[in-house]
């Protein structure tokens, strides 16, 4: 079987669940052809490049497939015909990484600057054992 990355960017109008909801059927489609899921991930609500049918957002998703090429194919015939999904690349890769993406990693070192940024307001965190210059 060969390894795929499959990202899809849905429409803004609908809701994070329906977009989890839409993710969740299409690895059950994909194991139902004879693949394999390895790991799924939630990008978010985010904007795009250009206008894609009118939308300057969309809602990204990643899926990490194991699966022959017909059943690839098969998945992306489906995908053409669901009205949610505006956009959506397949690159066929040597292995699939089963770290977080680059994206979700960013999102990480992001809300861990931000909480460390808060908590040093608080005068509790921050400074650590600087005490001022005094010797």
């Keep these: 079987m060969a390894f795929y ?5 849905a429409r803004p109008e609908i809701s994070p669940q329906q977009v989890d909801t839409l993710v969740e059927e299409l690895t059950t489609k994909i194991k ?4 394999n899921t390895t790991k799924t991930e939630y990008w978010g609500l985010r904007n795009l490049t250009y206008r894609i049918k009118k939308n300057r957002k969309g809602h990204y998703a990643l899926i990490n497939i194991d699966a022959p090429a017909p059943v690839v194919h098969e998945f992306e015939r489906l995908l053409r015909i669901n009205e949610d999904v505006m ?4 690159i066929r890769v040597e ?5 977080p993406s680059p994206i979700l990693a960013r999102r990480d070192r992001d809300e861990r600057r931000r909480s460390r940024r808060e908590g040093g307001r608080d005068g509790e965190e921050g400074l650590g054992d600087f005490d001022g210059g005094e010797e």
């Excluded at 139902?32 to 693949?35: M, S, V, W």
């Excluded at 956009?87 to 397949?90: L, P, V």
């Excluded at 292995?95 to 770290?99: C, F, Q, V």
């Design 5 to 9: 990355e499959h990202v899809f960017i």
């Design 32 to 35: 139902e052809l004879g693949g």
């Design 87 to 90: 956009r959506f690349k397949t």
């Design 95 to 99: 292995a699939l990484d089963e770290e």
